[in-house]
């Protein structure tokens, strides 16, 4: 009965402006579902920035062709045509938050006959799609462990929207997929959690949740920041004898008092002591959870949550480094491959065949500053004053080494310009149109002759 008293009369005093500290997120001491996982992606920014972030950095600056520029043209148009950087970007974030990436190649406006081998010609792709992971299941892999196919399917199975199954040939499927876990393998089960290779995300989400739960609850204790003890003559006695309404009435117009005049009005014989809570050392914990983040996402905290460095004289620098490193082994093992079937597909798209080739690489990750190029070329530049000075390069050779390296440098399409414009106006002889200085002992001579005459 005097529980029920107490209850009845906070929730009379308190009304409905009770904090709610325990509501944080429930941190689960097993691994994340898909499902939560992909809830997670849609509903927290953080775990958008873990995924998002990594996979615009290593695709921010495209890649880089060498060859004919008029196949290089054509090649380039054809990746603008299928948006293909933009369409591997989101083949990448379905990989990092469900296990597995998928691209489709069509040759056809509907969906008759993809369970044939995919074979067209020049012109022959109609689309490059990126299909939705949890749509698209294995059929039973080749379990043949003498066979070079032991372990991959030759159909995948694909659920539209009207949850009809659609049977697809693996020549028209490109996956980016990840590592399975230690002691498991990759299955055609309906299970979406254990339908593909482990979710990046998933493995971070604890982390996160961990965050959050923590940065919730720290919210919710500044509802506490500030506590009134309040003492009151008798108030055991009046619970017990039922009388909560004389404790609630008489309060509530202190409140009221207290909100709309500022003014605390009490019995002589009531106390109201403040205590003020203290949180000097909750941002060093919020702080140490968000380093726990970007050590399980192996993105700087720098960059994460735009932290500064720490340390002296700590510029961020090698974090920086070191992250770019990880993005290019990163991109090697998952993006390359794709690439490469991408394109040998374009190649027949745009060319009729795949005998037409093309080097491409990706741009460097770590772009140098103006200072550190002009501190660069400076250092190259003395060397090769050390060698031309001494008499170790002939003439002509340094004379087409300069002029190689300007043609070459950032400044090459001008240096180019000025090349041509030069070379236009002199004859063979090296002299043409340019003013030539006169030879002083041709003058003296001359200035010799007249006098003698």
């Known amino acids: 009965m005097i529980n029920d008293g107490i209850k009845t009369l906070f929730e009379r005093i308190a009304g409905q402006s009770a904090p709610t500290a325990n509501q944080g997120i429930t941190i689960d001491a097993e691994k994340p579902t898909i499902e939560e996982t992909v809830t997670a992606y849609n509903t927290m920014r953080l775990a958008q920035k873990v995924v998002d972030v990594p996979i615009a950095d290593m695709l921010r600056e495209g890649i880089e062709w060498e060859g004919e520029a008029e196949v290089i043209e054509r090649i380039s148009s054809a990746y603008d045509q299928f948006d293909i950087l933009k369409k591997l970007q989101d083949a990448k974030r379905n990989q990092d938050v469900y296990g597995a990436g998928i691209l489709f190649l069509s040759d056809s406006t509907d969906l008759e006959g993809v369970s044939e081998q995919l074979t067209f010609g020049q012109d022959g792709l109609t689309a490059i799609n990126v299909l939705p992971s949890h749509r698209v299941k294995r059929e039973k892999p080749d379990s043949d462990i003498t066979s070079d196919a032991y372990g991959r399917s030759e159909f995948y199975i694909y659920k539209d929207d009207l949850n009809k199954e659609h049977r697809i040939h693996s020549s028209r499927i490109i996956v980016l997929e990840s590592f399975c876990e230690l002691g498991s393998s ?150 390359t491959p794709a690439i490469n079937s991408v394109n040998e597909a374009l190649f027949i798209h745009v060319f009729g065949s795949d005998s037409v080739k093309l080097d491409w690489s990706y741009p460097p990750l770590w772009q140098p500053t103006e200072k550190e190029i002009a501190e660069t070329e400076k250092a190259k530049s003395e060397v090769f004053k050390n060698y031309y000075t001494s008499g170790a390069m002939p003439d002509e050779i340094g004379e087409a080494f300069v002029k190689e390296v300007m043609l070459s440098s950032d400044h090459g399409q001008a240096m180019k310009s000025v090349y041509e414009e030069y070379e236009s106006s002199v004859d063979v002889s090296g002299i043409g149109n340019l003013p030539v200085e006169e030879d002083e002992d041709e003058d003296d001579e001359e200035e010799a002759e007249e006098t003698e005459e």
């Open 186 to 335: 990759l299955s055609h089960t309906t299970d979406l959690n254990k339908r593909w290779g482990s979710s990046r995300l998933a493995t971070i989400l604890p982390y996160i949740k961990q965050y959050e739960a923590a940065s919730r609850n720290l919210s919710e204790m500044f509802h506490k920041a500030i506590i009134d003890a309040v003492s009151i003559e008798g108030l055991d006695k009046k619970i017990i004898a039922g009388k909560e309404d004389e404790v609630t009435k008489r309060w509530s117009l202190v409140r009221l008092l207290q909100s709309v005049a500022n003014l605390t009005l009490i019995d002589s014989k009531d106390e109201i002591k403040r205590h003020a809570m203290s949180f000097g050392g909750l941002p060093g914990a919020i702080h140490a959870l968000l380093l726990n983040v970007a050590g399980a996402s192996d993105i700087p905290a720098t960059k994460l949550i735009g932290m500064s460095p720490a340390g002296l004289s700590a510029t961020g620098e090698s974090d920086i480094r070191n992250y770019f490193d990880s993005l290019s082994g990163v991109r090697e093992r998952d993006i």
